[in-house]
């Protein structure tokens, strides 16, 4: 089922990155509420440029094992630091480890699919292509006297960025974990990533004291679900 919403009702944030034709809630993230994330997005840009439909999923294991890790080796490496302060080896090699569902947490995938048409002889119809993986988010509970989890491996392809990916995910993200009755959510990250911090930021995150012994020069911050 299709529905037609103001980009601004939906996510809260300016129209300028896109324009949003078409809605579809999937069932992984079916909620009460017609702002769920769970979107299937066919944007144009300003200059008219049909981009690809863009969706997102819950990460299923052990299916999903190696795209996953894949994304994370990819977010690991885009960083000017190493990850073994986090004991990133183990968590690769033990996914979904702290991210799984039983755990209250969760991986998300982002991915495009495109169709072409194809004339039979009673109609033309789109013949859909093989789905590409472009980006990800994740969420792991975290000890804490209010239930409290945390977002993790924030993650776009090179070739994805600018289609609005991140905004999806981060109201997915958000979405799930207020679902799970989580209060909470915290995250880390470096100061020198502006862009990241201002995208944190705009989504009500709010630099916070240090709540694990991290690198120098990480900035923390935290949301009230």
Known sequence: MYEHF??????GYP??????????????????????????????????EVRPYVKIRSAIF??????????????AKSLPIK????????????LPGKYAEENGGGVWLAY???SQPTVTNDATLPIPTQDTIIGCV??????????????????LTPA???????????????RKARELGYKEMLLDTLSSMTAARRLYEGYGFEETEKY??????????????
Do not use: W
């Open 6 to 11: 103001p980009l601004q009702d939906i996510f």
């Open 83 to 94: 990850l073994d302060f986090q004991g990133f080896d183990e968590e690769l090699a033990g």
């Open 160 to 174: 994805s960025r600018g289609l609005g990916v991140s905004k999806l995910l981060m109201v997915g993200v958000i």
């Open 212 to 225: 694990y012994d991290s690198v120098e020069g990480a900035a923390f911050y935290k949301l009230v679900l």
């Open 15 to 48: 129209r300028h990155f896109a324009i949003l034709t078409k809605v579809l809630i999937y069932p992984s993230f079916q909620a009460t509420n017609p702002t769920s994330p769970a979107l299937l997005t066919s944007a144009i840009n300003m200059a008219g």
């Open 62 to 75: 052990p299916a999903d094992k190696d795209v996953v890790s894949q994304l994370f080796l990819a977010y």
């Open 112 to 114: 495009t699919t495109s």
């Open 138 to 155: 994740a969420l792991r509970s975290f000890t804490a006297s209010t239930p409290t989890c945390e977002l993790k491996r924030l993650y």
